[in-house]
């Protein structure tokens, strides 16, 4: 999952510094209670999905691309998504969760969201990387702030970014400064991914009774439903500067 240098995260959570509760505590001491476990081996099954997912994508969408050199940097970006899988897949063999078990879950949601915004064409595809993993990372980075320190650690390894952010920047805007007319179009279309990606993450944690008691403060101190609404508000604002510097209206 990626998110560019240049672009603006969600602001993690005021007390993120200053870890309490599950936060303060390893996974050894942290794993004793049952339903935190199944918290945790569902955000690591969605997340590895969702890695997976990635590599499949981003694979595709080098079919796309127009020179080379745009499909080779495609492919390493692939390759890079493809490894943080396989962290998340060692990692779930290690704490005794079967891999595929803890991933099935989510897999419909996620095929459901790639197929409903299956880009039509190359800028298509970089903006809905550039938008949609944006905004599953920023998500994944609040709850991290949450988990307990081994945990955290891997989560926010595995989000970091793989150059597709920078990358997509420079594609769109240049399109954008060739012909301004694809910028309305883009802009439509980024729309449409904020949109769905939010549905897509309000599904997934509502139909997971552990996730959403994580999210309202049941596993995970720190969280309560006041805060749920302002981090999706977070969220939403990093979007809207991710959106200015490809260049668009969000």
């Not at 997976?52 to 694979?59: V, W």
């Not at 499909?71 to 899988?85: D, V």
């Not at 396989?86 to 005794?96: A, C, H, I, K, Q």
């Amino acid at each position: 999952m990626e998110t560019p240098d240049n672009a603006t995260s969600a602001a993690a959570p005021d007390d993120a510094d200053t870890p309490t509760g599950i936060a303060a505590k390893d996974w050894a001491t942290a794993s004793a209670e049952p339903q935190y476990r199944a918290a945790v081996i569902d955000l690591l099954g969605a997340l590895a999905y969702g890695e997976l997912a990635a590599f499949e994508r981003l694979a595709e969408d080098a079919k796309l691309a127009p020179s080379l050199e745009d499909k080779a940097e495609l492919a390493k970006m692939a390759s890079a998504e493809f490894h943080h899988f396989e962290r998340l897949r060692d990692r779930l063999t290690v704490v005794d969760a079967e891999p595929t078990a803890a991933m099935e879950p989510f897999a419909k949601a996620l095929d459901d969201f790639h197929r409903q915004t299956a880009p039509s064409d190359w800028l298509e595809g970089l903006v809905k990387a550039y938008v949609g993993d944006s905004i599953a990372s920023d998500f994944y980075r609040e709850v991290a702030a949450r988990l307990d320190s081994d945990t955290r650690a891997l989560v926010l390894a595995v989000l970091d970014d793989t150059g597709h952010g920078n990358f997509a920047v420079e594609k769109v805007r240049a399109a954008i400064d060739a012909d301004p007319r694809v910028g309305g179009r883009l802009a439509l279309w980024a729309r449409r991914l904020m949109g769905e990606a939010l549905s897509q993450a309000q599904r997934v944690v509502a139909e997971r009774d552990a996730l959403s008691t994580m999210l309202v403060g049941g596993v995970a101190d720190g969280f309560d439903l006041a805060e749920v609404g302002r981090m999706f508000s977070r969220i939403t604002e990093a979007h809207t500067k991710r959106m200015a510097a490809l260049g668009l209206a969000a």
